[in-house]
């Protein structure tokens, strides 16, 4: 039978969820093939087939076919598919909590395509840069998880593509997140001021979220080091760069609020603590957000104390 018929047949089948009449087309598709390039499909498209059957060891079985066979290949087209094998190979390996094995994957995946920085591949190897990273932090190697982040970073500090962008600025972020689990605050706090520095031009409001979110951690962090005015300042500068935004930005400009309201507690500015509540219960009182609401709910508490302990 003709392999782009039959071909058609099998993504018909799975389009339909008909996952076992698909992977028993595949043998058919490999007799088929009129050269590699048709084997390749037919492997990497029973590989998608057992992984939607959560076939796990036949997933691996298969993508480790696909790679001993396809690894020294000259095709374009193989080559820039097989990095998705070697891609997913890590997530089945990542799915099973298999962290060693899962990262043995993703070294490999980037020292073979590390060098090929086209479009085609680059999403692809900022995503494997990222879950390596992950994958180290699960593993508790956080320095080596830190290096790995900022591998990437070098590597595609050029980028153009808006998926690649957001890998960028949640890799600066996930730095930071990391030295402050390290405990060392200072490079934190270095690390969220390269973030806001280098993104806060952005008009991209999921690269501006990670800006608003880099300044309410950066604050936290300065309030560690018992720099509560500059913690301050650095929550008013969330609250009046962000306030006209909405949808997940807002959460971060309410979040600055309450936070400074702790604060301005702890420093018994009083007058301040109360007109910040104000503010909240002004703007936030019909918003329908649960983090919001709570929000508001604290601040009412602060007033409704106050005006308690002013009536006695």
Known sequence: MNF???YDEFNEKIAK???????????KLIESATNDLDIFYALMGKASVLTNLNETDEVIETYDEIINKFDDSKDSIILKYLAYAYYNKALVF???????????????????????TSEDLEIVLAKAYVNKAICLGELN???????VYKELITNFKNTADTTVLNTLVSS??????????LGDNEKAIQTYDELIEKFSNSTNENILEFVAKALVNKASRLKELNKNLKAIETYDEVIKRFDSYDGKIISQVAIALHNKT???G???????LLNTCD???EKFSNVNNELIMNVVSTAQVIKDKDRFNNTY
């Open 172 to 181: 600066y972020y996930n730095i930071a997140l990391t030295f402050a689990k």
């Open 94 to 116: 990542a799915k099973l909590n298999k962290y060693e094995e899962e990262l043995k994957v993703y070294s490999i995946l980037l020292e073979k395509f590390m060098e090929d």
């Open 4 to 6: 782009e018929l039959l």
């Open 279 to 281: 503010y909240i219960i």
């Open 141 to 147: 190697k956080l320095e080596d998880s830190i290096k």
């Open 17 to 27: 969820k008909e996952f076992e009449d698909s992977l028993s087309l595949v043998p």
């Open 266 to 272: 702890e420093l018994q500015k009083e007058d301040e």
């Open 262 to 264: 702790v604060i301005l």
